[in-house]
């Protein structure tokens, strides 16, 4: 099992929201702190499923480590 990572992020930050089955865009304001829980598809890290604020979210990776910086919590 991968272990969860936590970045802060330090500008604001598109995720997409695919709860409701009807994909939404969100942004996520910088100063927040998200969780990485996985990927989406084993064989394509670029997409990666994110948690915050009790919300499941996608994100691209690229968006985590240009705008994120990994803290340990």
């Known amino acids: 099992m991968r272990k969860v990572q936590y970045f802060h992020l330090r500008s604001d930050t598109l995720a997409v929201d695919?709860?409701?089955r009807k994909p939404s865009a969100v942004?996520?304001?910088a100063g927040a702190i998200i969780s990485v829980i996985g990927v989406k598809h084993p064989d394509d890290t670029?997409?990666?499923e994110v948690r915050w604020q009790d919300c499941r979210l996608f994100m691209f990776s690229i968006d985590i480590q240009e705008r994120g910086e990994q803290i340990r919590l």
């Open 18 to 20: 695919n709860n409701d």
């Open 27 to 29: 942004t996520i304001p």
């Open 46 to 48: 670029r997409l990666v």
